[in-house]
């Protein structure tokens, strides 16, 4: 009783001397004081009219390899950050350039930005075959990594470090392929299928070596580079695929099943085609042509190109007369293959969870995915599927929206849904931002991505 | 209504005495209808003394809309068509450049901010996302298991959504109107309250990297009741009233029917 009566006294004392200070009456303030402090209250700017989006990348998946490129996931430098196995939710990764192309492979990534610096490329993860190049190790100098936890500088022999752009990247199970404008293909990794486009030599030991290879003889400019889990496939600017690398089901396309270790041209169903995509992550490739064909070689175990003949292996490109519209682009992965039709439907086709819910297994013919799965409504009727990517296993798609649906098997949660099942149809992963590109591997996956204002 | 001609009272068949033809004083029992007295208007007193209204889903003070009312046996219609989990659809006004502690426009003012950098396009991406967030969680809540196939034929129709109780979630959200400082939002919405409708205006300004406050909340739509089955202030009369019960009586139980039943 006494405290409230002592607060009432010098609440009454302070409003009598601000009455007699100010000579403002007290009480609550009228209306016309309200407006009098809005209008004197001061006006704060976050972001100026000509303020850009900001361009980030987002990794999530399996961490212990180091493929995520955040180092205290495994090695915590505080005290009280426990290691994380697994990113189950997108992470922002901190780059010092913008990224234009990203490419995971099977337990690490290739991160490359198109500037003209003389650091284009960076690499993290498993570098036991130098897929990342040499990375010289602080503690001996002779020796490199084995693991590279952090997105690390590899040095490419350039002729004009100042002036060639890196146009592309791509990985496979334990080589690396990086496409130059103007310097041709540089090849690094693993090399005992010749799948780095050089001559295999026998008893080569490829952990810690120096050895980036270049690639220049190709009939036209190269503009896309691919690489399967032990092949590498090219597509220049005229429209042909050159391939080379282990050919045992008939991947490399060349119409044997042996090894090729220097990038031969492929004929087939696509000899004088003008091919505008190719794709390949597992022993299936994929091609796409600018009339919407697409060819198919490679593995067919899993029903992949069960639908022009019943060999498990087809060494030589065949065209998959499916009637399902024009095709815009495809996606292969392990087990299952996805395309992009120019309407925007997406179908699927081949073994695994192929994304039209659990008793979907297995199909030779291509299935169309209903577009409301990927947030098409009688509400908002222009959404559309823009981009299709595969990793070995999982299924990704690029809505005109900038939003992501994964699904497939979650191996080790690189779907980034933040749980560990398996998705049987397409969900969407939360990014905070608009997602403008996806790079999907085994147990991880990488995505680019622009701020919203 | 006590006014309307009432019920005609019950007709029993009593055995009444009555004089039997041939005279004398033999009295016969004759069979004759007979109206109840016990339904005489005089021994029953008026037919309604009270009436029970119940309401539908609240409607807060500051905004405005349709608004259900159940009278009588519509109370148990009522707690049906809770169960049914229908979307209503709210028209929201925004205003660009302030922010205030309750959300709205009459509240304290917190902040003030520039709202130059703010387009159309940069709104739509906003309620493109907010739209996906909650996408999931209408996946999410609705309790299917998601590794079913009837799980993706339901998701592929579009028709999950949880039947139980769950945190407010929008399913659809459009922008009407879009003139700086001001906007309006159509936004169709499962077990919210208006003040989080205006905290989403809030959420939207900060997205944006400027502020807003909430102008306007009106409810168009509220399950399958729209704004022309509403009644105006000048039509709260019992012949109106009468009629709008009749028109949705119809409605009202065909969507029962295909939800519940």
Known sequence: ?453 | LNAAPGRAPRQRVRFLPAPAPGGGGAVELVAARVPVLADHPLVRGPRFRKLKIGAGHRLDVKASGVFVLGIGHGNKLLTDLYNCHLTKVYTVGGLFGKATDDFSDTGNLVEKTTFDHVTREKLERILAVIQGTNQKALLMYSNIDMKTQEAYELAVKGLIRPMGKSPPIITAVRCLQFGLPEFQLEIHCLHETQQYLRKMVHEIGLELKSSAVCTQVRRIRDGVFTVDDALPRTQWNLQSIQEAIRNCQLKVETELEKILG
């Open chain 1, 1 to 453: 009783q006494d405290g409230g009566g002592l607060r009432e006294a010098m609440a009454g004392v302070a409003r009598r001397l601000l009455r007699r200070d100010l000579g403002v009456a007290a009480g609550p303030p009228s209306t016309r004081q309200l407006r009098e402090a809005e209008e004197a209250a001061p006006i704060f700017q976050y972001a100026g009219k000509a303020a850009r989006r900001k361009d980030r990348v987002f990794v999530w998946g399996f961490s212990y390899s180091g493929a995520l490129g955040v180092p205290s996931f495994v090695r915590p430098d505080a005290g009280w950050k426990k290691p994380r196995r697994i990113q189950p939710t997108p992470y922002r990764l901190e780059t010092e350039e913008k990224i234009s192309s990203a490419a995971c492979g099977y337990g690490f990534t290739l991160l490359a930005s198109n500037t003209r610096d003389i650091t284009k490329v960076w690499g993290m993860g498993l570098n036991k075959d130098s897929q990342l190049g040499f990375q010289r190790s602080r503690r001996d100098q002779t020796k490199g990594y084995e693991y590279v936890l952090e997105p690390s500088p590899i040095p490419l022999p350039l002729e004009k470090p100042q002036q060639t752009r890196v146009m592309q990247v791509s990985c496979g199970r334990a080589h690396s392929l990086v496409l130059t404008d103007s310097e041709g293909v540089f090849t690094m990794g693993n090399n005992s299928y010749g799948q780095c486009g050089r001559k295999v030599v026998e008893n080569e030991i490829y952990s810690g070596s120096h050895l980036i290879h270049q690639l220049k003889e190709f009939d036209s400019r190269v503009v896309q580079v691919v690489c399967g889990q032990d092949h590498s496939l090219f597509r220049t600017k005229k429209g042909t695929v050159y391939a080379c690398g282990w050919g045992a089901d008939g991947q490399t396309g060349l119409g044997h099943y042996n090894i090729t270790s220097v990038p031969t041209k492929l004929h087939g169903d696509i000899d004088g085609v003008n091919i505008i995509q190719v794709s390949s992550y597992g022993d299936c490739c994929l091609a796409v042509s600018d009339e919407g064909d697409v060819f198919g070689w490679g593995n067919s175990e899993y029903l992949q190109l069960a639908s022009v003949t019943e060999t498990t292996q087809v060494n030589v490109p065949r065209h998959l007369p499916f009637k399902i519209g024009k095709i815009k682009e495809a996606a292969c992965g392990g087990t299952g293959n996805v395309v992009l039709t120019e309407e925007g439907n997406v179908f699927v086709w081949g073994y695994g969870i192929l994304g039209k819910g659990p008793n979907l297994i297995e199909t030779a013919v291509p299935e169309m995915i209903p577009p409301s799965l990927f947030g098409w409504s009688d509400f908002s009727p222009d959404i559309r599927v823009a981009h299709v990517r595969c990793g070995l296993s999982q299924f990704a798609a690029l809505t005109n929206r900038g939003e992501l649906f994964v699904w497939g098997k979650n191996l080790r949660g690189c779907l980034g849904t933040g749980r560990m099942e398996d998705q049987y149809f397409p969900w969407r992963v939360t990014v905070p931002g608009e997602v403008v590109d996806v790079a999907c591997g085994v147990d991880h996956m990488v995505s680019m991505v622009r701020s919203f204002t």
